[in-house]
């Protein structure tokens, strides 16, 4: 039996045949874990949206999480109003802790994001991007 195993491996046979589920394997995780195209989320916030374990997500992924609150950036429809935008912070329970124009850096609770996501005052949802330091090289 392991003979047969042995010819159709290095046939190949075995690695046609499963090429095949693996390609549609990995076409449904990317499916699974791609947003829906009515919410306004980046995909990493998505997955730690819908992970089972947000915490753990975020600390893999190098996210600020703090009693359950990513820090995000919300741009807003330039046409929402300042009341409609505080209505939006006290119901998804988010804190602004910056804000310019129609963008605002907050801390929203990880189970609020998708929800967020739906409203029509939102444009996106994103992570603030990460700083990047230059090493300095000597020229001597």
Request: charged residues 25%; glycine residues 4%.
């Amino acid at each position: 039996m392991w003979g047969l195993c042995a010819f159709f491996m290095a046939s190949g046979y075995a690695a046609s045949l499963f090429s095949g589920c693996a390609a549609t394997y990995s076409d449904a995780v990317k499916k699974a874990h791609k947003p829906h195209k009515g919410l306004k989320l980046s995909s990493m916030l998505y997955d730690l949206a819908v992970s089972p374990e947000p915490a753990v997500f975020a600390a893999q992924k190098d996210i600020f999480l703090k009693e359950g609150k990513v820090r995000v950036f919300i741009n807003f429809d330039p046409e929402s109003s300042l009341s409609e935008r505080n209505r939006l912070a006290e119901a998804y329970r988010f804190r602004v802790e910056k804000k310019s124009g129609d963008l605002s850096r907050a801390l929203v609770p990880v189970d609020q994001l998708i929800p967020l996501s739906t409203e029509s005052a939102i444009w996106s949802i994103r992570l603030p991007g990460k700083a990047k330091l230059k090493r300095r090289e000597s020229y001597e």
